[in-house]
Antibody, heavy 128, light 109 residues
Framework: EVQLLESGGGLVQPGGSLRLSCAAS????????MSWVRQAPGKGLEWVSG????????YYADSVKGRFTMSRDNSKKTLYLQMNSLRAEDTAIYYC?????????????????????WGQGTLVTVSS | DIQMTQSPSSLSASVGDRVTITCQAS??????LNWYQQKPGKAPKLLIF???NLETGVPSRFSGSGSGTDFTFTISSLQPEDIATYYC????????????FGGGTKVEI
């Protein structure tokens, strides 16, 4: 059974930093792309970032580009999200998700397709 | 970014009713559209991928259709366990910096 377990959430002041982790089990982690998706309290879903299976390629939403860094350690089967310069609008539940991808050779880019399954999420609260 | 307009934002129906949710893209996204179910306090779950393909293990009362800009998600006979919020999600963008979700439809009985 595929399992994804996020950790590292908590309360942080505006401008602060936090690192989220996502421990994976039940599948060959090193062969799958992964993503982070967040959900502000009572709001909808927002894709945050994605990473290729090797970790060599990362993508970010404009809202977090330059502030967040996604990485992975395939030997530890763990995904990370380093979040710097946090803002109140970053307050959300952060989910990691196994991601179906297709490499588009014409565009020279990965096409991230869908998220399945998702972890249970970890809450990040940015407040003074 | 491609905008996804989902409607209605909420609906109330009876057990056994047919429920339909629509999702409209701001530009042609081919068939690059997925549907998720999120029950209260839980993570989202993939139900439909590529507009009309049912994920393994998902009951056949769920279905999806459409292509281009207009898509439909249907529950053929609403069950009590279907109470949830449903989201569409497009993946037309390359590179994938603009993956976007619809605003969600809350389904109540």
């Amino acid at each position: 059974e595929v399992q994804l377990l996020e950790s590292g959430g908590g309360l942080v002041q505006p401008g602060g930093s936090l690192r989220l982790s996502c421990a994976a089990s039940g599948f060959t982690f090193s062969t799958y792309a992964m993503s982070w998706v967040r959900q502000a309290p009572g709001k909808g879903l927002e894709w945050v970032s994605g990473i290729s299976s090797s970790g060599g390629t990362t993508y970010y939403a404009d809202s977090v580009k330059g502030r967040f860094t996604m990485s992975r350690d395939n030997s530890k089967k763990t995904l990370y999200l380093q979040m710097n310069s946090l803002r109140a609008e970053d307050t959300a539940i952060y989910y990691c998700a196994k991601t179906a991808v297709h490499y588009d050779s014409v565009w020279g880019s990965y096409r991230f397709k869908w998220f399945d399954p998702w972890g249970q999420g970890t809450l990040v609260t940015v407040s003074s | 970014d491609i905008q996804m307009t989902q409607s209605p934002s909420s609906l109330s129906a009876s057990v056994g009713d047919r429920v339909t949710i629509t999702c409209q893209a701001s530009q042609d996204i081919n068939y690059y559209l997925n549907w998720y179910q999120q029950k209260p306090g839980k993570a989202p779950k993939l139900l439909i991928f590529d507009a009309s393909n049912l994920e393994t293990g998902v009951p056949s009362r769920f279905s999806g259709s459409g292509s281009g800009t207009d898509f439909t998600f249907t529950i053929s006979s609403l069950q009590p366990e279907d109470i949830a919020t449903y989201y569409c999600q497009q993946y037309n963008n390359l590179p994938p910096g603009g993956l976007t979700f619809g605003g969600g439809t809350k389904v109540e009985i």
